[in-house]
């Protein structure tokens, strides 16, 4: 019984600890919003849509909504996971990327699993958003200046 009790404790701490741990990577974190970079390369696209696309990366990863806009086009997923989780081997996840698959499956139809990669980043994941919401329309995202 004691420890029961002890593990609820425990896991009531470490829940109040994540709520005040700001656990982006610190060089997201310092950026200022990026949605200048969405809006360049997706002019034809609602900021509403980005914002709800990166929505749900934030959530599956469990960030602050305040860091939403910290992420551009450019970014690599892994590059976020490997700040996180730097030791593979040492570290146990949280299970985001697979919460993120989920989730883009449940809210946009688009299976991460069949257009995964290492060096997979937001715009081409968001490029397939765009295409199964509006399989009828080119994508012809406006390309990065330096090549992005």
Partial sequence: MKTIIIGICIGR?????????DQ???????????????????????????KKFLQIFIDAFA?????????KP???????????????????DGMELEEFAMDLKTEYNVDLGKIWNE???FGQIFEEVLKEKSPTISIHP???PRGG
């Avoid at 701490?13 to 741990?21: E, K, N, Q, T």
């Avoid at 960030?63 to 992420?71: A, D, G, N, P, V």
């Avoid at 450019?74 to 146990?92: C, H, R, W």
Wanted: with cysteine; net charge positive.
């Fill in 13 to 21: 701490i470490i829940l109040i600890a994540s709520v005040f741990i």
């Fill in 24 to 50: 982006i990577p610190k060089f997201y974190r310092k950026r200022n919003c990026q949605g200048i970079y969405w809006r360049r390369r997706y002019p034809n696209i609602p900021k509403e849509e980005i």
């Fill in 63 to 71: 960030f602050k909504e305040k860091h939403r806009c910290k992420f």
């Fill in 74 to 92: 450019e970014d690599k997923v892994m590059d976020i996971y490997n700040a996180l989780y730097p030791n593979k081997f040492l570290s146990a």
């Fill in 119 to 121: 060096e997979i980043t």
């Fill in 142 to 144: 406006t390309p990065h």
